[in-house]
């Protein structure tokens, strides 16, 4: 294994790139963070340098162990793979199952139609728009979380669902959604938000975080 630090390409508010703040938290591994701005120069995801790093132009991306690797859930199953403790995948294969479809069900079926590109094209109508797509997607959420549901998304454990979870509430409450119907998501979010690794890698408190936003 390659020893140098790995390198994450982050952007404070990305949900994506929290989602993997989070699992480098939760599994110790210390990394130099390259912010990307997705505002601002109209976007330095498009730049020619870090088209060179990821092509899809999107924020996370992580240099690691000699590879470069995008799209969250696949960052994070490699750092499952490599560094398995603390596990975010259990062993039993029907929790295992319950885990990722809850965790693909945040992360193509809710993200993706609230994320930056879509909101542009939506002009005037992207809060509403964002506010369709979360609320029909935390309808059926909040109804398989309570099959699921322990202290946290599966069970008692933290998993790769709670990593999903925490960072689609914060777009949901950025977006003005009322939360009110969704109890589960909502006390399973609090619960997490009180652990060490979902406070420090909260948007909140990046390095490339606005002043006016810093907590």
Not at 20 to 27: D, E, F, G
Request: with cysteine; hydrophobic share 40%.
């Amino acid at each position: 294994m390659a020893s140098e630090k790995p390198v994450l390409y982050s952007y404070f508010r990305s949900s994506c790139s929290w989602r993997v703040r989070i699992a480098l938290a939760l599994k110790g591994i210390s990394y130099d963070l390259v912010p990307v701005n997705l505002v601002k120069d109209g976007g330095q995801q498009f730049s020619a340098e870090f088209k060179t790093v990821n092509p899809m132009q999107q924020v996370p991306a992580l240099k690691i162990d000699g590879i470069t690797l995008s799209q969250s859930l696949a960052i994070i199953h490699y750092l499952e793979d490599t560094r398995p403790n603390p596990r975010l995948l259990p062993q039993d294969p029907k929790k295992r199952a319950q885990i990722r479809m809850i965790a693909d069900h945040i992360a193509s079926g809710i993200q993706p139609l609230q994320n930056l590109v879509v909101l542009k094209k939506m002009g005037e109508k992207k809060t509403e728009w964002a506010q369709n797509c979360i609320t029909s997607g935390f309808q059926a959420l909040e109804q398989i979380l309570q099959h699921t549901a322990g202290r946290y998304c599966v069970g008692d454990e933290v998993s790769m669902a709670d990593l999903c979870l925490v960072p689609q509430v914060f777009n949901a409450e950025r977006f003005k959604v009322n939360m009110d119907p969704y109890p589960t998501i909502t006390r399973i979010n609090k619960a997490l938000l009180e652990l060490e690794a979902f406070r420090v890698s909260h948007p909140s408190r990046q390095p490339d975080t606005p002043a006016e936003l810093r907590a």
